[in-house]
Structures are given as C-alpha cells and as structure tokens.
C-alpha cells in the first residue's frame, strides 16, 4: 500500500534524511513502517530507537500504530514520546548532572506563573506579567542561561526578564524543581558540555525519528544534533507549508539548517495527498505558492474534483453564524451526514461565541475544542493535589500547590528558606517542615503555619488508610477549610456554586472509580489519564476549534469563518509582516477540509463598540476563482443559501412549537 516516495523514506537509513510530508500524504505511516523496518530488516534493536512527537496524543497513537506492525515486547521497548517526556526521561537519570535531586518535581503553567508573579514588581498588570513570562520562556527556548539571557538583553523589558529568569531558576533550585522548558534546557545544556553523557546517550537511542519537525524551536533543534551525532542517524518528518508556531518559538529555518549541518542530507518529498478532493487541493497549492519555499512541492490526489468552494458574504458575525448553522443542518438533514463530519475553524477563541449560540439555537450539537477542561480548574487541581501529596509525601510540586490554599501566612521568602534547607538535606519540603532547625530560622507566625499544616498532613493521611476516596475527599474539603475559604473568597452566587459543584463532582467521580485496594492517588492517576483521552473524543458532536487547534485533524465537511482582513491575517501579523505564516495557516485550515469547504466573511465588525467596514481576505483572492462560488456572484448557489437558511428556520420553529 505504500506509493514509491512512502517507500524511498522507509528504507533509506544509512545518512540524515528529511521528508517533507505534504498534508494528508500519510507520513505517519512512514514513521511507524520506518521504525518497523530498523527492527525486522536491519534488526536495531527496539530500545535503542526513540520517535520524538509534539504531542501526547500522537505518541499515544504512534505507539498504537508501532505495536500492530512489531512484537509486543519491541512495542514495549520503544521510545516513543515528547521532546519533553524525553527531556524528563533523562533529567531522570542524569539528575545528579542537572544539580537535581532525585524525585525532583516538575511545575506546571500555573506553577510557573505564580513564580513569575512574585517576583515581578508589585501591582504589575497581567499583560506585563505575561510578557514577563514569554521573554524568560523564549531564553529558554533559545537555549540561554539566566547568565546568557542576561548578557544578550538589548532592550529594558528584556534586561526586566532576564533578571526575574535568574531569581525564578534560584527559587527552582531550592524547591528542586524545574519547569516545562528546563525539561529541554537543561538536558541540551549537559549534553552540548559533557563528553562522556553526550556519547553514552547516542548509544542508548541509536536511532531518531522526528515528526511534525518544522515546529521544532532552536533548543529542540540543538537537542537532536546533539544525539544524533556526526553521522546523523535521523529522520526528520515536517512540512514547512504547515509551520504556524512561530509565535511560540518555533523555527522552520530547522528545515534549512538541517542541510548546513548535514551535507549529505537527502531530501524526500511526499506529494500525493490521500485527504483531500481535488478542487480542495487545487486551491491549497495555488493559494501557498504565493510564500518562498526552498524545497518546491505540489501536492496531487486521486480523489475526484469535490463539490465548488463556498464563499459567503455575510452582514456581520451573527448573520454569518447563522448561514453556517443553517448550512450544517441541512447536511444533517438531507445529507445524512454524522454531526462530528463537521468543523467550524476560526482563528481566534473570541469568534466562537455567536457561533455556539446559532448552533444552540439550531438544536446541533457541538465541542469546543480549548474549553477550559474539568481537571484544568483551579479547585479541581488544588483538590487533586492535597491527594497527591497524601498518598506521596516526596510530591514537592503539589506541596507548593495547597501549603498556602488556603492563606496560611506562608510567603515566598519562607518557602525559599524552606527549599534551600530542603535541597541541602536532601529531604522533601513536606519533611523540613518537620525540622526544629529550619523553623527557627523563621518567624514564629509562618513556623507555626508551617509546623500546622504539617502536623494536618499526618492526621489526612491517618485517615485515608481506612477511608475511601471519595469520604477521603469530603475529609479534606472540611478539615483543611478549603470548602469554606471558596465559598468566602467567592461574592458571585452562581460562580460560588459552580466551584462547590465541581468539588462535589470530583468526590462522585472518585466514588464512581472506586475499587477495592486503590488509594486516592492511584484513582487521581487514572483519573487523569481517563481526562485526557476524554477530552480528545467529543463524541457525535460538531467540532469548534481555531485553526492552530485543527493541524493534523481532518473532516468530511470544513468552513472557516472569519475570512477577512484583519481576522484572517490577523491584523497583528498585517502589521509586523507576518503575512507568510497567516497564509501557512489558511493552508491548514483549507487542508482539513475531504469533501466540502466553506469560507465566509463578514462586512461588518463591532470592535470596541464600533462598527468597522471588513474586506474580504486577500487569501479568497489568492485562490482559483473558477473553483469559487462566491455569494452574490452565483444566483444558484445564492438561491441554494437562501432554501438553506429558510429551512433552518423553519425546522427550529417546528421544534420549539413541539416542545411545547
């Protein structure tokens, strides 16, 4: 089943090589067959191989893939992860390198934040504090130290940054702790300086194969060079047409710099497009030959032509949700089609309110992919944290999470006090609140809080030794305060009971789980990985999403909404010269698209309680027009939008009239 080029990519093992895999042209399948290959043909062995993905899911799906092609005991030897889960994977083992202890913990975004926050000037806004948070993300990215950061800031933001980058790793370090980019930056670091670690990692993982390459950034870039060696026992999967990360750091200069770094670099290009129609395709490459490329590519399918291309006109946002909502239901209805055949693509999360109330109103049900998740709410992870920490005492990161939920008086002098003991006795922080020695070091106030939560940890963790976890959860809530201190610090009514709701929610779920002989943190682990599988199957649902979101998935049906100057490039990207990615990101969204897309702009924005005058996106004129069907230039499909929307109406009207 594999074409010739699938082919040349699967084989060819012997020098670097970098396949840019069009979108749709099956280049998992020459990941997981590749990996098969250096097994069964040049029988590498299993653990000696590492395939880098960007996300968890697609490790997941990898590996699932892999172990339908290898023996269940090579499937199980396989590295097949994150650049970060192989960045912690070797913090593991070489944390004494990192000047880690063993059990380090490692702080997620909120974490992180709240960090940053006590260290930038008091009062500063959250746009300031988040720039704060991108420079000193960005210096990490790039590799730098807080030494180096400080060295290369040309401006007084960056010197700002890059003073709190040096007091945020000296908090770190005495938490024992690293943070989502150290997981990158401090294994590149060792590995870029120690000999003797750099050439014994490239005899454990003998063989790399990178997908989604082009959204590597110049730290994730350095790491591969760094274990692939001089012989570049590498396969880099990416399309430089879909590199729409640049924002968060990512560099399709990568592509390039590859052959520089690597002169016997071959090239291999993946063109047939197994997705897409062939209108569909026809648009997507005229529309992406307006940007330079080094590597010229043209993409090409089998399929048949496809239905013409949509363009609506439409007067404002609301109008425009309402002929997309329309045009939905009457695929349902006459089509037949299954509602998760659908997604709706925008470029920002802020498009998709009159959205969801169209679709509401048209009884079609939808998932907003984005949506804040049921674990990701500040209640839930305080809760699930207490749980950690009670089941593992060594949990640094959830001790940081709830020492001070609720307010005990204990701030970010004291804990560093605490870290720095902690680090220097090689104990975890729940144990040097133990210690009469580091508690004289404080004031009494803090001391004492710090001795009380303590001493209310063993008396939780007494308890969940015959409690279950569900009564283990209402213990927690009440004992700790944290149900009462919500309810206090919450002046809304509806907000107050949707916090408690989503507390009473998690005790249903743990009683829901329970089974003999699992203890509340065995049920928080499961609970998390039956989240994140969760969250990725909305079920027969209409999919919302933006266009980041939207890479690597693929629907029978696609519109993308919003295709007007200054939505669609972004009026952001028009200004600093960005134009380039914005279209590699309309090639996306376009790319997602098997059957049928629609496109629709609006004439009219309200910005700011103003009315603005819209043009339709350059990008609508950059595609073959003969291939469009633009409202208001072609009276059958205007007349079909009409039949559509009346339609719609009608079926809305009948079914209010039936409920009642």
């Known amino acids: 089943m594999l074409n010739p080029q699938q082919l040349a990519a699967i084989e060819h093992c012997d020098t670097p090589l970098l396949v840019l895999a069009g979108a749709g042209s099956g280049k998992t399948s020459v990941i997981t067959q590749k990996i098969a290959h250096l097994i069964q043909r040049r029988k590498l062995p299993a653990s000696k191989i590492a395939a880098?993905?960007?996300?968890?899911?697609?490790?997941?799906?990898?590996?699932?893939?892999?172990?339908?092609?290898?023996?269940?005991?090579?499937?199980?030897?396989?590295?097949?992860?994150?650049?970060?889960?192989l960045g912690l994977k070797f913090l593991q083992i070489e944390h004494e390198r990192a000047g880690l202890r063993r059990g380090f913990s490692v702080l997620d975004a909120d974490d992180s934040e709240g960090i940053v926050k006590e260290l930038a000037p008091k009062g500063a806004k959250p746009d300031v504090l988040f720039g704060l948070r991108n420079l000193l993300g960005r210096a990490k990215n790039a590799g730098l130290s807080p030494e180096e950061a400080l060295a290369a800031a040309r401006s007084p933001k960056e010197l700002e940054a890059a003073t709190i980058y040096e007091l945020y790793q000296a908090r770190l370090a005495a938490f024992n702790a690293v943070d989502f980019d150290d997981l990158i930056r401090l294994p590149l670091r060792i590995l870029e300086s120690d000999t003797g670690c750099r050439d014994a990692w490239r005899e454990r993982l003998r063989y790399l194969l990178v997908d989604e390459y082009q959204d590597t950034n110049d730290a994730q870039y350095r790491l591969l060079k760094a274990l692939a060696g001089e012989r570049g026992r590498i396969t880099c999967v990416g399309d430089d047409d879909q590199s729409i990360y640049a924002w968060r750091g990512a560099n399709p200069e990568n592509i390039d710099q590859l052959g520089r770094d690597w002169p016997d670099l071959r090239v291999i290009k993946l063109e047939q497009n197994y997705r897409c129609g062939r209108r569909i395709l026809r648009a997507a490459n005229q529309l992406i030959a307006n940007n330079p490329h080094l590597h010229e590519k043209k993409l090409w399918s089998e399929h048949p032509e496809g239905a013409p291309i949509r363009v609506l006109?439409?007067?404002?946002?609301?109008?425009?949700?309402?002929?997309?909502?329309?045009?939905i239901a009457t695929l349902a209805e006459k089509h037949k089609a299954r509602w998760h055949d659908v997604a709706i693509l925008y470029r920002g999360n802020f498009?998709?309110?009159?959205?969801?109330?169209?679709?509401r109103l048209a009884r079609i049900p939808y998932h907003l992919t984005g949506a804040l998740s049921f674990l990701d709410r500040a209640e839930v992870k305080d809760l699930l944290c207490y749980l950690r920490l009670l089941t593992n005492p060594s949990d640094d990161a959830a001790f940081l999470r709830v020492v001070n939920v609720p307010k005990r008086e204990i701030g970010a002098t004291t804990l560093e006090k605490l870290g720095q003991f902690a680090q220097s006795r090689h104990c975890s922080l729940l144990e040097a609140t133990r210690s009469d020695a580091v508690l004289r070091q404080l004031s009494p106030r803090p001391a004492a809080a710090l001795a009380g939560f303590a001493d209310l940890v063993d008396e939780l963790r007494s308890a969940s030794l015959h409690e279950s976890a569900a009564d283990l959860v209402e213990r927690v809530l009440k004992r700790t305060g944290y149900a009462a201190q919500l309810a206090a610090a919450t002046p809304d009514a509806s907000v107050r009971e949707r916090k408690l709701g989503n507390l009473r929610e998690l005790a249903d779920w743990f009683r829901a789980m329970q089974k003999d002989g699992n203890s509340a943190g065995d049920l928080a682990s499961q609970l998390a990985l039956l989240s994140h599988a969760d969250r990725d199957d909305p079920g027969n649902a209409v999919r919302m999403m933006t266009l980041h979101a939207a890479k690597g998935l693929e629907f029978r049906f696609v519109f993308?909404?919003?295709?007007?100057?200054?939505?669609?490039?972004?009026?952001?990207a028009i200004d600093e010269g960005r134009i380039d990615e914005e279209r590699r990101l309309m090639y996306v969204g376009i790319t997602r698209a098997k059957e049928m897309l629609t496109l629709s702009w609006s004439a009219r924005t309200k910005r700011y309680g103003e009315i603005h005058a819209n043009q339709p996106s350059r990008f609508l004129h950059e595609l073959p027009q003969d291939d469009l069907h633009w409202q208001?230039?072609?009276?059958?499909?205007?007349?079909?939008?009409v039949r559509e929307t009346a339609e719609s109406h009608m079926a809305k009207i009948a079914a209010m009239l039936n409920a009642r």
Do not use: W, Y
Not at 60 to 77: I, N, P, Y
């Open 52 to 85: 880098i993905t960007f996300t968890n899911k697609a490790a997941r799906e990898m590996r699932e893939r892999v172990g339908k092609l290898v023996s269940a005991e090579d499937a199980a030897a396989l590295t097949v992860c994150t650049f970060h889960a």
């Open 313 to 327: 006109e439409c007067r404002e946002a609301e109008h425009e949700a309402e002929k997309v909502a329309a045009i």
């Open 351 to 359: 498009q998709a309110r009159p959205l969801e109330k169209a679709l």
């Open 560 to 572: 993308i909404v919003g295709c007007e100057e200054g939505t669609l490039p972004h009026e952001g």
């Open 632 to 641: 208001g230039k072609d009276p059958e499909a205007d007349k079909e939008v």
